[in-house]
Antibody
Framework: QLQLQESGPGLVKPSDSLSLTCTVS??????????WGWIRQPPGMGLEWIGS???????YYNPSLRSRVTISVDPSKNQFSLKLSSVTAADTAVYYC???????????????????WGQGTLVTVSS | QSVLTQPPSASGTPGQRVTISCSGS????????VNWYQQLPGTAPKLLIF???QRPSGVPDRFSDSKSDTSASLAISGLRSEDEADYYC???????????FGGGTKLTVL
């Protein structure tokens, strides 16, 4: 059974960078079948896609966050990471990592779906 | 403001059939498949329906969806108390080149 687990600081100061890691177990992050991504949810609000990455490096980012986001993968540790720079209180949210499966040929993964999710980790931006 | 529009709330009594709408545009729902997620209180979202009305293993056939032009709907028949949750639609958007979610619908079982 595939499992994903987020880890990282729960408190980040304004203007600093937020860094989270997602550890994947029960499957290989280097599989050519899947993308890996991050989604966040501010308290009491809806879901917002942050970005997704193929293990080989192909990435897609939310246009509203693109200038501040970097998603990277470390196949040797079966992990992928999120870095969000210049954070403000508006970045306070539960951050989820998830696997994106998809069918059909080519990219981007239009016919995709987030089928496995981590439990989420709350990151608060405050001084 | 979400790219996909959902009603903020919906309700029904046990045994009833309820539907939740999701309105988009030609660049997302009008062109690509729609996924639905269920989020029980305090938990991570769970994939409910994906692709062309497919359900992951373990999701009962009480859950179904439909799509017409730039709108989609989730239907839940035989409503049960454990269906009380937030429901989100999602689709790839060709204009934004990324995933977009609806704002979510809170379903209350009366």
């Amino acid at each position: 059974q595939l499992q994903l687990q987020e880890s990282g600081p729960g408190l980040v100061k304004p203007s600093d960078s937020l860094s989270l890691t997602c550890t994947v177990s029960g499957g290989s992050i280097s599989s050519s079948t899947y993308f890996w991504g991050w989604i966040r949810q501010p308290p009491g609000m809806g879901l917002e896609w942050i970005g997704s990455m193929f293990y080989s490096g192909s990435t897609y980012y939310n246009p509203s966050l693109r200038s501040r986001v970097t998603i990277s993968v470390d196949p040797s540790k079966n992990q992928f990471s999120l870095k969000l720079s210049s954070v403000t209180a508006a970045d306070t949210a539960v951050y989820y990592c998830a696997r994106l499966d998809y069918y059909g040929s080519g990219t981007p993964p239009r016919r995709g779906y987030f089928d496995y999710w981590g439990q989420g980790t709350l990151v608060t931006v405050s001084s | 403001q979400s790219v996909l529009t959902q009603p903020p709330s919906a309700s029904g009594t046990p045994g009833q059939r309820v539907t939740i709408s999701c309105s988009g545009s030609s660049s997302n729902i009008g062109t690509n498949t729609v996924n639905w997620y269920q989020q029980l209180p305090g938990t991570a979202p769970k994939l409910l329906i994906f692709g062309d009305s497919q359900r992951p293993s373990g999701v009962p056939d009480r859950f179904s969806d439909s799509k017409s032009d730039t709108s989609a709907s989730l239907a839940i028949s035989g409503l049960r108390s454990e269906d009380e949750a937030d429901y989100y639609c999602a689709a790839w958007d060709d204009s934004l080149n990324g995933w977009v979610f609806g704002g979510g619908t809170k379903l209350t079982v009366l």
